[in-house]
């Protein structure tokens, strides 16, 4: 009996919609309009009727929502209008970034850097001389990220990676020529996981066409100088030293040896003497980590360090040239001065915020975001304390170098960031006045219309002028203040009397004035 009722009060809610709706919007839609409800409601349209005042209600929502199409329309026609764009009613959206960990709001800044050594902005010209040259260190994530600049990245000419092939052509768009100087662009050309001394003597020749500079290191030098004339922006990635250390383990394990590797420094590889090998016969499979944690040769130890100094300033692979104490400081300043230095370098540990800062700094957007994995080889390895401490040890100037670039990269993750939300800031103060200049447009045109009229022509020709001009004004400062409010939450520490400025410089003051706070 109930679901009857229901039913009844249905059908007349409906009848009476249809009624006083097609009165409204006029005999032309009438037809098209009965045939739609007819055929949706035609069962229940003929079961009894419902009461007055809910039917009064129905209508009155339904006029307002198309009052308010009209208002709109009224106000900010075409495409111009940017109001559905300001997000001052939309719900907060989480931070992607925050996400991925934690170590951003707990982070405190330990070493003070300039605004030029945090903002990295580059002006990467795709289709002119500027290189981009991905050093590679093992076991870092550099073969996920390095298939991510050749098949992730949005281009106007992408790269042509066909299946089967390790690596991929990365033409400028209209060239014959590559933008991208890396293992799955152009291979290993300057040798097997060549490092920063090797690179910076081996890719001009390169470049220039000089194919034989790989057979022949002691050329290299003579075109370093092409480096004055050409933008070569070096990037890298970096991994905590003892998981990359227990990785680089487990790969030698399985038969690893990177013996192709040239290890080239003042043009010319090191003799035997000077880099003894740490086992005989083809590969070091099968080593235990004490075995291998034993070897004073191996050069997984300190090999980030290694990799990105200038080896040339410590008399390259001689030892004998000057004292350990002092070639360990010198090859650790070098590699800091590098790292900072170069156009960008990410972190393992920190994929969407490499991603992210890659970005920023080349203005060229990945298709699909970056993946963090928290379980790989080197987790799945169980060591105690004192493993844990012993490589750390052999690993002493990559743990500084770690820290450091850890400190510099999320400071520069945090300074992007905060110039962002200045940007955004902005954005919708100008969007903000290009309403309310409508809006006085909008207003002036339409007194100055009302002037040439009678007061009653204008009455019984724009009876709800008035109303639209009321509900626009009122909207306009609702997302104003709207607005303001967000801004308030986005700077909760600003006093109310401080102006915000909305300049990168006094941004920079602030972050680098809010560094010296944290200290």
């Keep these: 009996m109930h679901d009857f009722r229901r039913r009844w009060d249905l059908g007349s809610l409906c009848r009476a919609l249809l009624t006083r709706g097609l009165a409204a919007l006029g005999h032309s839609l009438k037809h098209v309009l009965s045939a739609i409800f007819s055929k949706i409601f035609g069962p229940l349209a003929s079961v009894g009727n419902m009461d007055e005042k809910s039917n009064k209600l129905l209508l009155a929502l339904v006029m307002f929502f198309l009052f308010a199409v009209i208002v709109l329309q009224y106000v900010c026609p075409g495409t111009e209008c940017q109001l559905l764009r300001l997000q001052a009613f939309s719900s907060p959206v989480p931070d992607p970034y925050r996400s991925e960990d934690e170590s951003s709001a707990r982070f405190v800044p330990r070493y003070n850097f300039s605004r030029g050594d945090l903002l990295r902005k580059v002006d990467f010209d795709i289709k002119g001389d500027d290189l981009i040259v991905f050093l590679h260190i093992q076991k870092t994530g550099g073969t996920t990220f390095g298939r991510h600049l050749v098949r992730n990245i949005q281009l106007e000419q992408p790269c042509e990676c066909r299946v089967g092939q390790k690596k991929c052509t990365c033409h400028r768009p209209g060239k014959r020529e590559t933008w991208l100087f890396s293992r799955f662009s152009t291979g290993w050309s300057c040798g097997l996981h060549a490092d920063w001394t090797e690179l910076t003597s081996c890719v001009p020749a390169v470049v220039d066409g000089k194919r034989d500079a790989r057979l022949r290191p002691s050329r290299w030098k003579i075109f370093q100088i092409l480096d004055a004339a050409r933008n070569f922006h070096y990037i890298t990635i970096l991994r905590d030293p003892v998981s990359r250390y227990l990785s680089e383990w487990r790969h030698v394990q399985r038969g690893a040896t990177w013996k192709a590797s040239l290890h080239v420094c003042d043009g010319r590889p090191p003799t035997s003497e000077e880099l003894p090998s740490c086992y005989t016969g083809d590969d070091w499979s099968g080593c235990p980590l004490k075995e291998f944690m034993d070897c004073p040769y191996n050069l997984a130890n300190n090999r980030q360090v290694r990799m990105l100094s200038d080896l040339t300033l410590v008399g390259c692979y001689n030892l004998s040239v000057m004292p350990e104490k002092q070639r360990n400081k010198v090859l650790l300043e070098s590699a800091k001065s590098n790292l900072k230095h170069m156009a960008f370098f990410g972190l393992t540990e920190f994929q969407r915020k490499t991603q992210y800062l890659f970005e920023k700094t080349f203005n060229m957007n990945f298709i699909s975001p970056f993946t963090q994995y928290n379980t790989t080889r080197a987790s799945s390895v169980e060591i105690n304390g004192e493993i844990q401490k012993r ?123 809010s560094v010296e706070k944290w200290r």
């Design 391 to 513: 490589i750390e040890g052999l690993n002493f100037l990559d743990m500084e170098l770690y820290n450091y670039a850890k400190d510099l990269f999320l400071q520069r993750y945090q300074f992007m960031r905060q110039k962002e939300h200045q940007e955004a800031r902005k954005k919708r103060q100008e969007q903000r006045k290009f309403l309310k200049g409508r809006f006085l447009q909008t207003h002036f045109q339409s007194q100055g219309q009302g002037q040439s009229q009678t007061p009653s022509q204008n009455q019984s020709q724009n009876p709800n002028l008035n109303a639209n001009h009321n509900v626009t004004h009122n909207l306009i400062q609702n997302l104003t203040q709207s607005s303001s409010q967000k801004e308030n939450r986005v700077n909760p520490k600003q006093s109310p009397g401080q102006q915000q400025s909305d300049s990168p410089t006094n941004g920079t003051h602030d972050y680098i004035g």
